[in-house]
């Protein structure tokens, strides 16, 4: 089966070369010219690679800082509703901490997001095997998934907009996976504070592939305090379950009824203690929700409110499931950006994506893909205030 996936529309406006050398900028504030992007160097690999960070900003004073290391958001600042700006997503500010202990903070997920049961698979008659990283389990590509590659960056300008293309090309058998898999990634920042990711890969075997984003998220600004009291809303009435090592017993189940329905509004705290098999199973929330806009383009996945900020957090994909996860592994002991340490349940991710485990169960989404094909998937981040 072939992966089925929404074409991107290629934007027609042509790309404006940007010069690298520029040094970014300080605070954010409006630009007279417009959209611009900046770049600096962020570190040195044990190998010797050396690493970039790349430095967005509209012309609102947005800025979105992403590193060459893992294709990383490492900074999203965003404006409250008094316009004061802040990071709100979870990061480190040197190299050596996302090299040693970073938890797959806004990274580029891949070759296969989420969990791998067993890490193996079955293809074509074929059994492939991946490594277990994950207790048993497969999980975010592997031991040296894309989060831990060396990305090669290409900044762009178009009217109202600014982005970075990134390009990596994976190796036939890399952590276990058949086919030379050459992907790309663009990340667009707009003048209406969207930062927007498109996703495309092509591979010289069959294969599978599942990409997404890991940023994870909170709205009163990163290193401050739990995320227990924002507001989430998620646009599914239907789960996967998981078994004791979080892989999908292959059920789809509705949510009506239970404590993990998020179709109203719901602060993520008020039921995150529940004696719910599946959230113990969880720690808390770490679960795929079943799009209710499954198969019908880019459509609005999920909303976040945090109330002190007034700032929300609005995603929309084209991709079948959503795994909402709340930072329950998250113990206190990494440091931020801002300096400040990160407690339990201090962050929250929505990742886009087809469902875990899926090529071990055919009642899930394919996520196949064949020489000649092009994988194509588009995911937003849109940010506003209340």
Request: proline residues 6%.
């Amino acid at each position: 089966m072939r992966v089925v996936l929404v074409a991107v529309v290629a934007l027609a406006l042509s790309l404006v070369a940007v010069p690298p050398a520029q040094a970014a900028g300080g605070g954010p504030s409006i630009t007279k010219n417009g959209p611009s992007v900046t770049k600096k160097r962020f570190g040195i690999l044990p190998n010797g690679k050396k690493i970039d960070i790349y430095t967005l900003r509209n012309s609102g004073g947005m800025r979105v800082k992403i590193l060459t290391y893992g294709g990383i958001l490492q900074s999203i600042e965003v404006p409250d509703i008094r316009d004061r700006f802040a990071n709100v997503t979870l990061g480190f500010d040197n190299l050596s901490d996302y090299v040693k202990k970073s938890p797959y903070f806004g990274c580029i997920t891949g070759r296969y997001a989420n969990r791998v049961a067993k890490g193996r698979f079955t293809l074509d008659g074929r059994t492939y095997r991946l490594a277990t990283n994950d207790g048993p389990n497969h999980l975010h590509g592997g031991t040296k998934g894309f989060d831990k590659r060396v990305w090669k960056a290409d900044p762009f300008k178009r009217r109202g907009s600014v982005g970075l293309t990134l390009t990596h090309t994976s190796p036939n058998g890399e952590e276990g996976y058949p086919g030379t898999l050459r992907t790309k990634v663009v990340y667009t920042l707009t003048d209406d504070n969207q930062i927007r990711m498109d996703y495309s890969a092509t591979t010289s075997r069959p294969t599978i592939v599942n990409l997404t984003n890991h940023a994870y998220f909170n709205l009163r600004g990163e290193g401050n305090g739990r995320i227990l009291g924002h507001e989430l809303q998620i646009n599914a009435s239907r789960y996967t379950p998981v078994d004791k090592t979080l892989i999908p017993t292959g059920k789809i189940a509705r949510l009506g009824g239970t404590p993990l329905d998020f179709r109203e509004p719901t602060a993520i705290g008020d039921r995150i203690d529940s004696k719910n098999q599946q959230i113990v199973r969880g720690g808390g929330y770490d679960h795929n929700y079943v799009l209710d806009s499954r198969g019908r383009g880019l459509a609005p996945a999920a909303r976040v409110v945090e109330p002190e900020s007034g700032r929300v957090l609005e995603v929309i994909t084209d991709q079948p499931g959503l795994q909402f996860y709340s930072g329950n592994f998250l113990d206190g002991t990494l440091r931020g950006t801002s300096g400040r340490l990160y407690p339990k349940r201090s962050g929250f991710a929505l990742e886009s994506q087809h469902f875990p485990d899926s090529p071990n169960h055919e009642n899930f989404p394919s996520t196949v893909l064949r020489p000649g094909d092009v994988y194509r998937t588009t995911t937003i981040y849109a940010f506003s205030t209340v």
